[in-house]
């Protein structure tokens, strides 16, 4: 039997999504709370695996077990076993051709960011932080370019293992709410720190560095080196995947929560 889990997650205390020898990953919870309930070693496949410190708002696994529980043993049994940062919000059993990575059609991220002059006190490591204050109708305007099918080679880490780097930017937007900035990007996939250099370049922007076709002039040229510094992983989110209806899963990409202090 393949079971579809939603998990949401608050990153900053582990190395990220993916298993590591030495533990303290995020799948590595996830599959030792999973095995403890299906009474049998049990792996997860995740949508889209996080990096060290980024969060999930709607994070989608399955795995495949003989065990036979509820639905309700695989939310409330599983959240028994995990640690306070991680929990499991639905539970489904799903046809064995579904597969949580490789039937995405799409991905969604968000990316908080605190701008004003003192750091955060209460959302810290839960946001990114710019101290300088930022013209956001700039930063929207420079998102213009990015949209579509590109190389983003200029927004892509050295350590990516993507095999192309062209992909498709569905949706970029830039929203102010008071001191905090909301990011949200829609693509068909993303590369490694896509979404942190795209955010390190829009700061630039921001503070008037840079005016905003520059980000167009970027993705032109494909040079890393030209581009912003990665920014922060704190204020990051997995924030949905988006599925071919068929599945009928409980939460895709639409049913992402706002999520603001």
């Known amino acids: 039997?393949?079971?579809?889990?939603?998990?949401e997650y608050e990153g900053s205390?582990?190395?990220?999504?993916?298993?590591?020898a030495g533990g303290g990953a995020v799948q590595d919870a996830v599959e030792s709370a999973l095995s403890v309930v299906a009474d049998a070693p049990t792996r997860v496949v995740c949508a889209g695996r996080t990096d060290a410190g980024v969060h999930a708002l709607a994070q989608v696994v399955h795995f495949d077990t003989d065990a036979v529980r509820p639905?309700?043993?695989?939310?409330?049994?599983?959240?028994?076993?995990?640690?306070?940062?991680?929990?499991?919000?639905?539970?489904?059993?799903?046809?064995?051709?579904?597969?949580?990575?490789?039937?995405?059609?799409?991905?969604?991220?968000?990316?908080?960011?605190l701008n004003r002059a003192e750091?955060?006190?209460?959302?810290?490591?839960?946001?990114?932080?710019f101290h300088r204050p930022l013209n956001a109708d700039a930063m929207a305007a420079a998102t213009a370019s990015l949209l579509g099918e590109h190389d983003f080679s200029a927004f892509r880490a050295v350590e990516c293992q993507a095999k192309s780097p062209i992909k498709t930017l569905r949706r970029v937007d830039v929203k102010r709410y008071g001191d905090?900035?909301?990011?949200?990007?829609?693509?068909?996939?993303?590369?490694?720190?896509?979404?942190?250099?795209?955010?390190?370049?829009?700061?630039?922007?921001?503070?008037?560095?840079?005016?905003?076709?520059?980000?167009?002039?970027l993705l032109v040229?494909?040079?890393?080196?030209?581009?912003?510094?990665t920014f922060e992983a704190c204020g990051?989110?997995?924030?949905?995947?988006?599925?071919?209806?068929?599945?009928?899963?409980?939460?895709?990409?639409g049913d992402t929560p706002m999520i603001l202090p």
């Open 13 to 20: 205390g582990f190395c990220g999504w993916q298993s590591q």
């Open 180 to 217: 905090l900035l909301v990011f949200d990007f829609e693509a068909s996939a993303f590369l490694h720190h896509m979404v942190r250099n795209i955010v390190g370049a829009l700061v630039y922007v921001g503070k008037g560095t840079h005016p905003p076709a520059w980000l167009g002039e």
């Open 1 to 7: 039997m393949r079971i579809a889990l939603g998990l």
């Open 119 to 129: 750091r955060p006190g209460l959302m810290a490591r839960r946001v990114g932080w």
């Open 71 to 113: 639905d309700t043993a695989w939310v409330r049994g599983v959240n028994a076993h995990l640690p306070a940062s991680i929990a499991v919000r639905w539970a489904q059993p799903v046809s064995d051709e579904f597969h949580a990575r490789f039937s995405a059609l799409g991905r969604c991220y968000r990316y908080l960011l």
């Open 221 to 229: 040229g494909r040079d890393r080196a030209r581009a912003a510094p």
């Open 236 to 253: 990051l989110y997995f924030a949905g995947v988006d599925y071919d209806p068929v599945w009928q899963l409980k939460v895709g990409a």
